[in-house]
């Protein structure tokens, strides 16, 4: 096989994928062909150097990422011995030809090659060499270890918690304890090491937690995801044979996403490289290189322990140390292949505010591109319902565009509300990606549940979900008597749960709390007709104790839980505005539409909805950027830590580059928090973008021809206007407050001064303009 191959890369990326021996740290911006990088060079080394695959450790963020990478070597490869061996394209071949080299390929190149996450790789190596290994206190595995999943080490932590050190789980939260547990194996700290690092009484607790959490690992021959790295860097320390073995097997290395790494990883990086050797000079890199990937403005992992420093650090560490024009020892991938010259030169001047990173400009390969689209909505509603017309009409004027090239992005899960309902009215395919869509999340459910019960106690599935949520002390055996002495009867669970005799006779003990959750939702049941919804669910919430336990967990995921229960409350506020026959179970029809969409079928496109942090490594032709408001993005945590600030900027760098053709900006003049409409300030990153990328016309723009979708040049109509006064047969005088779509696909929405804003279509409805 040749190296052609090599021809058609870029002077930066053929500069890092021909490096050979040596340290290297490539600083990747967003679309410059970093996955290529890493594909090529592994195929360099192997063709140009003959490095034998088992020699090499790639290390990719995610399993899906090894999968790729491993699919592109083996095209790369089969494309080259196609060319070699029969002198024709790959594609060309006949099928059995290309059979035939594929399994060729895959033996002799990929079934060796070391490709694949910190934890799965480690795992491959602590099932050959766990046994050679104790910890600080002799505990010891055997290398037919089981592996829990976070399910199951939370039950183990709160076992030790409730039940084997009898603490006051309102003070130890379990989950806040397991939380604190994983970010000390993440920064390698034993037990022992915490309580020095913490030593106040909260401190001290913790870690007896932890030393007693690895006893109950030990006993049970498991490993929790954080030992996965942590025992690898433990046993490398504590014995050099162990580790000499491995130095010498992995000859290169690389890490992609190296800005996401932990202390623990790059501890376990270090010592395959530099066999534990702490003076640099004596470091030999003859036939042996370390080749990082990175890029510290997408660095938006923190809460995960994640340290991009280690990535910034990476020249002293391990490189020359010179400045960048100097250098041999790192390269910058600065050309940009995803998105337009717009996009990118918003990006840059964005992420120029931050003053921790690696210089660098992205460097359009593409036009400039439209403008990026600027909209100030009245709320929240009226922004989803913006970028649902918008979608609606790029959709609708060109042919070539389909739901999948579209992307909503937000900062917090409960954002997509809004989104969700409008999207399912207008009957338009979504998808939630890296989460649950908002009426499926369990808090929702939950809550959910608690109403349904309400309204139909007949409803045995929602009384069995909320009966012990929150814990009541109502076990498992005392729902069992009930349920089965329903079934007995031939009654529903609710006849049971009302009559106070029967439960006292059912329920031993829990007999009380039983009572008393029958009490609460019989209370409600009498109140339906004359509460209105938000108080019925206000009240709800406050009766069953759901809210003041998310309160006292004091975790992120709670706190994010606890803005979902209140973005229901929100959405029952919305419903009580917008329709005349606001029943309870009117509310909970409308919520269960929202579900019908879930399960797209194979092959069938859809609207993306995600948080920030779920986009990254994503693209998509259209992206709306929503919610740019100051306390929610930045949020409210980030406002006076500059730097969290920081890694908010990155994070809004990252929604950026999301996009191909085209970037919509929106943001609310108020938004309902905590069920009461506050006035919302324009985030500070909106300020930070040239004016001159933005306009905030209320017309659909042109879009620009696209390899992944062909946009034709929209009509423009000057009929309507922001500002117009005009007459509706109906509702009578009112105010365009924006203008939706363009020719005769024009809509306008109007505020009325006794109805509220409207969306109509002027030529159905008539409209006169006044004055």
């Known amino acids: ?9 870029n002077p930066s ?17 967003a679309g410059s062909g970093k996955t290529r990088a890493l594909t090529y060079r592994i195929a360099n080394l192997i063709l140009q150097h003959r490095v034998d695959p088992e020699n090499i450790l790639a290390v990719t963020f995610t399993n899906k990422a090894a999968r790729e990478m491993k699919e592109r070597i083996q095209k790369l490869f089969a494309e080259q011995l196609a060319l070699s061996e029969y002198g024709e394209k790959f594609d060309l071949l006949p099928e059995h030809q290309q059979t035939q080299l594929r399994s060729q390929v895959w033996r002799h190149y990929i079934k060796d090659l070391w490709c694949g996450t910190f934890h799965s790789l480690l795992s491959r190596i602590l099932r050959l060499d766990i046994e050679k290994y104790q910890d600080e206190r002799g505990r010891t595995w055997n290398r037919n270890f089981s592996i829990f999943d976070d399910s199951d080490a939370q039950s183990l932590v709160k076992e030790i918690v409730t039940k084997q050190l009898n603490l006051d789980d309102k003070k130890f939260e379990p989950r806040s304890v397991r939380y604190t547990i994983s970010n000390a194996k993440n920064q390698g700290l034993s037990p022992q090491e915490f309580a020095k690092e913490q030593p106040n009484y909260r401190g ?6 932890y030393s ?3 006893d109950k690992l030990a006993e049970n021959n498991a490993l929790d995801f954080d030992d996965l790295i942590l025992i690898p860097v433990r046993l490398f320390q504590q014995n050099e044979h162990v580790l000499g073995y491995w130095h010498r097997k992995f000859c290169h290395i690389l890490v992609d996403e190296y800005q996401d790494t932990n202390r623990t990883q790059y501890d376990l990086i270090s010592l395959l490289a530099t066999h534990g050797e702490t003076n640099k000079k004596q470091w030999n890199w003859n036939n042996r290189s370390v080749f990082v ?13 994640a340290d991009f420093t280690i990535l910034l650090d990476f020249q002293q560490d391990f490189g020359d140390g010179l400045e960048d024009e100097g250098t041999d020892t790192m390269v910058k991938l600065e050309e940009n292949y995803r998105s337009c010259e717009n996009i990118l030169q918003a990006a840059n001047h964005l992420i120029e505010n931050n003053t921790q990173r690696i210089d660098k400009v992205l460097k359009a390969t593409r036009g400039a591109g439209e403008q990026i689209f600027f909209f100030k909505a009245d709320d929240e509603i009226a922004e989803a319902e913006f970028v649902i017309q918008q979608i609606r009409n790029l959709e609708r004027q060109n042919p070539e565009i389909h739901w999948g090239n579209f992307a909503i992005l937000y900062r917090t899960n409960a954002q997509s509300r809004p989104f969700e309902d409008i999207l399912v009215r207008n009957q338009i395919p979504y998808t939630v990606v890296g989460g649950l869509k ?3 999340r369990k808090e929702i459910k939950d809550v959910l549940g608690y109403l349904r019960a309400i309204a139909n106690p007949a409803d045995t599935l929602s009384l069995m979900r909320v009966i012990n949520t929150p814990r009541r002390g109502i ?3 005392t729902i069992d008597n009930l349920v089965n002495a329903s079934q007995e009867l031939g009654v529903t669970l609710w006849e049971i749960l009302s009559d106070e005799t029967s439960v006292n006779t059912l329920a031993g003990r829990s007999a009380k709390s039983v009572n008393g959750f029958a009490k609460m939702i019989d209370k409600w049941r009498n109140q339906l007709d004359t509460t209105p919804v938000p108080e019925l669910l206000q009240g709800i919430l406050e009766d069953s104790g759901y809210v003041t336990d998310l309160q006292t967990q004091g975790t992120d995921e709670a706190e994010d839980r606890l803005q979902n229960v209140q973005e229901l409350y929100n959405a029952t506020l919305q419903f009580a505005e917008e329709n005349e026959e606001v029943s309870l179970q009117n509310f909970l029809s409308s919520t269960a539409l929202s579900s019908d969409l879930d399960n797209l079928k194979e092959g069938e496109t859809a609207v993306s909805l995600m948080t920030l942090h779920a986009s990254k490594g994503l693209e998509f032709p259209i992206v709306f950027l929503v919610g740019l408001e100051q306390g929610l993005f930045p949020n409210y945590r980030s406002m006076n830590d500059p730097k969290a600030l920081e890694e908010e900027r990155r994070l809004c760098y990252v929604g950026i580059t999301r996009a191909q053709e085209r970037l919509f900006l929106s943001h609310a003049r108020e938004r309902r928090l905590y069920g009461s409409r506050e006035p919302a300030m324009r985030s500070q990153f909106l300020d930070e973008l040239p004016p001159e990328l933005l306009t905030s016309g209320y017309k659909v723009q042109r879009v620009a021809k696209s390899t992944s979708a062909n946009f034709r040049q929209a009509t423009n109509s000057d009929t309507w206007a922001v500002g117009d006064k005009v007459l509706h047969k109906t509702f009578g005088l009112g105010e365009i407050t924006h203008v939706f779509g363009v020719g005769n696909k024009v809509s306008v929405a109007i505020k009325f001064a006794s109805l509220g804003q409207k969306i109509v279509d002027p030529r159905v409805a008539q409209l006169q303009k006044m004055g």
């Open 212 to 214: 007693l959490y690895q």
């Open 293 to 305: 990937v990175g890029d510290a403005d997408q660095s938006i992992y923190s809460f995960r322990m």
């Open 475 to 477: 076990g498992k055996a």
């Open 204 to 209: 001290r607790v913790i870690s007896e937690v």
């Open 1 to 9: 096989m040749t190296t052609n191959f090599l021809s058609h890369l």
């Open 438 to 440: 908002f009426y499926d």
């Open 13 to 29: 990326q053929r500069r890092a994928v021909e490096h050979f021996c040596g340290p290297l740290l490539v600083v990747a911006g």
